[in-house]
């Protein structure tokens, strides 16, 4: 699995609140299927943090994170024939085989071959498809943060990147452009419709772009963080509400006027303070995820209206609202996002000038800025948003990094 004779640059998880810059051996090819890829640009993803706070199961010391990156093919196995050397190419968060049952369906972050930890299915009755830069739950595959990545399965997980689309913007398609299209979708966003979505992070930023993009007529925006609120309105122009000033509940019917509330986005998660893994283990009566913003979302909604549940939740939530949802007509729609699916579309929407991913990236930066970026995103201090990280040698004349004063 690694090169001990070639060292690279990466981040790794060293436990709770330790995000380490080090050196470490470079991946190498194990399958015929496999690239090994040379990270150009990545960044760190709101679910990075679940893993900073140690409060995902399933890290070991010294993994690699990192689910967002990009890149340019440095070799490839003799089973890749759609890819060649120095192709530039966005990767897929989710690997997904390309030939099981679901992978055909094209529910890609279900696939049945790519994860091999069996802890999901005692929890779940499945698992889905390994993730990079995750947990071992989801098959502890290295991640992104790093400057070379090995791409299981590339020819099915990559896209090659047009020349007109910059790394600024390719990057994003490989998780919140495709988790944000997908929060709309599930929630049947459309022509004419009223939106809110709890959780402006950089998801439900993009999520209440891909709203407007789609035809929506109201989007309203919940959130605490001043910044992200800013934003929101400054960018997207965009209604919002600070749940900790105002009454979520009675201020969206006076913004929503003589409308309803039809679409409901979820964007914001689970938030516990303790390990999922020793809640599975005693199991039974305890609650691992919140079900608070579920019951508002419920009650703000109208009836036969549809909430899309993109925000990561892993376990089990008390006191889950099931007679609003049944008694008022409701649909709910969940999951991570199929992201392949959606990247001909999102192209399409950054050609056409409708989509420019960059009105959220706030700081830019190298790997080795790495640990001050998550500590910053932890403490939502900084006014960072999402960040864009290149290798720290990266020889592209022009940007000084951006780094924070705090
Ligand atoms: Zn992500
Ligand atoms: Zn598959």
Partial sequence: MWDENKTMKCLVWNGKHNIEYTEHPRPKLTEPKDILLRVTATTICGSDLHLLKDTFPGMKKGDIPGHEFMGVVEEKGEGVHKLNIGDRVIVSFAIACGECSYCKREEFTACETTNPSTAME???????????????????????????????????????????????????????????????????????????????????????????????????????????LELAKDRLHIETINFKEEDVLKRLPELLGANELDCAIECAGFDYTHSWLHKIETFVGLETDTSEIITQIFKAVRKYGNVGLIGDYVGLANHFPIGAMMEKNLTIKSGQTPGLRYWDFCLEKMRSGEMDPTFLV??????????????????????????????????QNAEKPVLLDA
């Fill in 122 to 228: 005692a929890v779940y009755g499945h698992k889905c498809a390994a993730f990079y830069g995750y947990s071992h739950l989801t098959g502890g595959v290295p991640g992104g943060q790093a400057e070379f990545v090995r791409v299981p399965f590339a020819d099915f997980n990559c896209m090659i990147v047009p020349d007109d689309i910059p790394d600024e913007k390719a990057l994003y398609m490989t998780d919140i452009m495709v988790t944000g299209l997908h929060g709309n979708k599930c929630a049947e966003v459309g022509e004419g419709k009223t939106v809110a979505i709890w959780g402006m992070g950089p998801i439900g930023l993009m999520a209440a772009k891909w709203a407007t993009i789609l035809g929506a007529k109201m989007v309203i925006g919940i959130d605490c963080v001043p910044e992200r």
């Fill in 362 to 395: 706030t700081h830019r930066g190298s790997l080795a800025d790495g640990p001050t970026f998550y500590k910053a995103m932890c403490d939502q201090k900084g006014g960072l948003i999402k960040v864009f990280m290149r290798p720290e040698n990266f020889d």
